[in-house]
């Protein structure tokens, strides 16, 4: 079975630095993608990132981008430039390429500072 | 901008009560989930439909847990009986089925937090 594993519950970032949160996963499959999604306080829950397995390339969103190791099973998102309303719950997700289930791990709190 | 609708947003009960949640995902997303999201975790998927038809529920406790999506729009997850343990946020989201460009972009509702008391 897939695992996704979030070992940060909270980080704290200073408005206007860089913050990781960093994510691990266990999955026998070559074909799957990884996302990041953020839930804010009482706020649906939204995509912000998306990166297929088979993509060497790291897939960035503005201040959002990630560092996809594959052969260590590692896919950590970097905040660059942290706003306040980046303030929010982080969730790292694992699908397989042949389904459309979603497996989230436990999740990282993220606070910003002024 | 089109949203997930759900409804209610917050449900307090008393164990062995009923209790019923709807969802109405954005117009023309085939496929709909309903999560469960217990407070300090990620989401579990519960059940997940493609259309009309479930796709997976194998996650689903289904001697007290239902759900359904009868015309392949909208969508009602039923508790009966209600116990303490379900108290947690329940999530139904809505994706475009097919190509791999939208794979995983899933939209959530806003959530219903139920409350067993």
């Known amino acids: 079975a897939q695992t996704v594993t979030q070992s940060q519950p909270e980080m704290s970032v200073q408005e206007a630095e860089t913050v990781t949160l960093s994510c691990t996963y266990d999955?026998?499959?070559?074909?799957?993608?990884l996302f990041w999604y953020k839930q804010p306080p009482s706020r649906q829950m939204i995509l912000v990132i998306r990166?297929?397995?088979?993509?060497?390339q790291n897939a960035t969103e503005n201040r959002f981008s990630v560092n996809f190791q594959k052969a260590a099973k590692s896919f950590s998102l970097k905040i660059s430039d942290s706003q306040l309303g980046d303030a929010a719950m982080y969730f790292c997700?694992?699908?397989?390429?042949?389904?459309?289930?979603?497996?989230f791990g436990t999740g990282t709190r993220l606070q910003v500072t002024l | 901008e089109a949203e997930v609708a759900q409804s209610p947003r917050y449900k307090i009960t008393e164990k062995s009560q009923a209790v019923a949640f709807w969802c109405d995902p954005i117009?023309?997303?085939?496929?709909l989930y309903w999560y469960r999201q217990i407070l300090g975790q990620g989401p579990e998927l519960l059940v997940q439909?493609?259309?009309?038809?479930?796709?997976?529920d194998s996650q689903l406790p289904k001697d007290r847990f239902s759900a359904e999506r009868l015309k392949g729009v909208d969508s009602t997850l039923k508790i009966q009986p209600a116990e303490l343990g379900d108290s947690a946020m329940y999530l139904c989201?809505?994706?475009?089925?097919?190509?791999?460009?939208?794979?995983?972009?899933?939209?959530f509702g806003e959530g219903s937090r139920l409350t067993v008391l």
């Open positions: 439909f493609q259309d009309e038809s479930v796709v997976d």
């Open positions: 999955t026998s499959e070559s074909d799957y993608y």
């Open positions: 997700a694992y699908m397989t390429g042949t389904a459309s289930k979603l497996t």
């Open positions: 990166q297929e397995a088979y993509k060497q």
């Open positions: 989201a809505s994706s475009l089925a097919g190509d791999r460009e939208g794979a995983g972009e899933l939209f």
């Open positions: 117009s023309g997303h085939a496929t």
